[in-house]
């Protein structure tokens, strides 16, 4: 239940109330108040790091995984050695994102217009692919690299790129994150691209 005014009486009890304040003094060191400076805190742990050995720890640890990185790409998931071989054609007509310009600077292809590569450029080599990490398929590749010569391009799915290089003394390439073998459908390897008119000509084929 309200009971009148008594709002009113405690308003008016606290507003009477006297207000006690006392200069009690410093109670331990003050200090002044102001932002650190970033830089300096940085160069700082960088020079601790330094004198630690823990600077040139890591920047060994990020060498070693950058060289790990190039030397041994991670696989690409979902692609498998060729069990039923097969051959298939792909369209590889696309969707402009954007306009496609000449060194001049003039439109050839607006953004938006279905445009067919194979009908402004030729494959001038084929593509295989092949998993670098299957001695099978490194030994295939060998053998069709010698008897195609420059006429294919080399291209892992998995393996060591650069020691194929190292080896065969040629590019060797890799399809990084499986762009290419996604776009083209291919689910098996080895697999041979080829042009065939205006498609793309893929065979998965056992070695």
Same mark, same amino acid.
């Given at each position: 239940?309200?009971? =009148?005014?008594?709002? +009113?009486?405690?308003? !008016?009890?606290?507003? $009477?109330?006297?207000? *006690?304040? #006392?200069?009690?003094?410093? @109670?331990?060191?003050?200090?002044?108040?102001?932002?650190?400076?970033?830089?300096?805190?940085?160069?700082?742990?960088?020079?601790?790091?330094?004198?630690?050995?823990?600077?040139?720890?890591?920047?060994?640890?990020?060498?070693?995984?950058?060289?790990?990185?190039?030397?041994?790409?991670?696989?690409?998931?979902?692609?498998?050695?060729?069990?039923?071989?097969?051959?298939?054609?792909?369209? =590889?007509?696309?969707? +402009?994102?954007?306009? !496609?310009?000449?060194? $001049?600077?003039?439109? *050839?292809? #607006?953004?938006?217009?279905? @445009?067919?590569?194979?009908?402004?450029?030729?494959?001038?080599?084929?593509?295989?692919?092949?998993?670098?990490?299957?001695?099978?398929?490194?030994?295939?590749?060998?053998?069709?690299?010698?008897?195609?010569?420059?006429?294919?391009?080399?291209?892992?799915?998995?393996?060591?790129?650069?020691?194929?290089?190292?080896?065969?003394?040629?590019?060797?390439?890799?399809?990084?994150?499986?762009?290419?073998?996604?776009? +083209?459908?291919?689910?098996?390897?080895?697999?041979?691209?080829?042009?065939?008119?205006?498609?793309?000509?893929?065979?998965?084929?056992?070695?």
């Amino acid at each position: 239940m309200r009971i =009148p005014g008594l709002s +009113l009486l405690l308003s !008016i009890a606290a507003s $009477s109330l006297p207000v *006690l304040a #006392a200069d009690i003094g410093t @109670v331990g060191p003050t200090y002044e108040i102001a932002e650190p400076d970033l830089i300096e805190v940085i160069k700082s742990r960088l020079d601790r790091m330094a004198r630690t050995g823990e600077l040139a720890r890591k920047q060994s640890e990020h060498r070693d995984r950058v060289i790990q990185g190039i030397e041994s790409p991670k696989s690409i998931t979902g692609i498998r050695p060729t069990q039923t071989p097969r051959a298939f054609h792909v369209n =590889p007509a696309m969707v +402009l994102a954007r306009d !496609i310009r000449d060194n $001049s600077g003039q439109l *050839l292809f #607006a953004k938006g217009t279905q @445009v067919n590569p194979l009908e402004v450029v030729s494959l001038s080599k084929r593509l295989l692919f092949f998993d670098g990490g299957d001695a099978r398929q490194v030994a295939f590749a060998k053998q069709v690299l010698g008897s195609a010569g420059a006429g294919t391009k080399p291209i892992l799915v998995g393996g060591q790129p650069l020691k194929l290089m190292r080896s065969w003394k040629r590019p060797v390439y890799f399809d990084q994150g499986g762009t290419l073998v996604k776009r +083209l459908g291919i689910q098996q390897v080895p697999a041979i691209v080829s042009q065939d008119g205006k498609r793309l000509r893929i065979d998965e084929v056992r070695p």
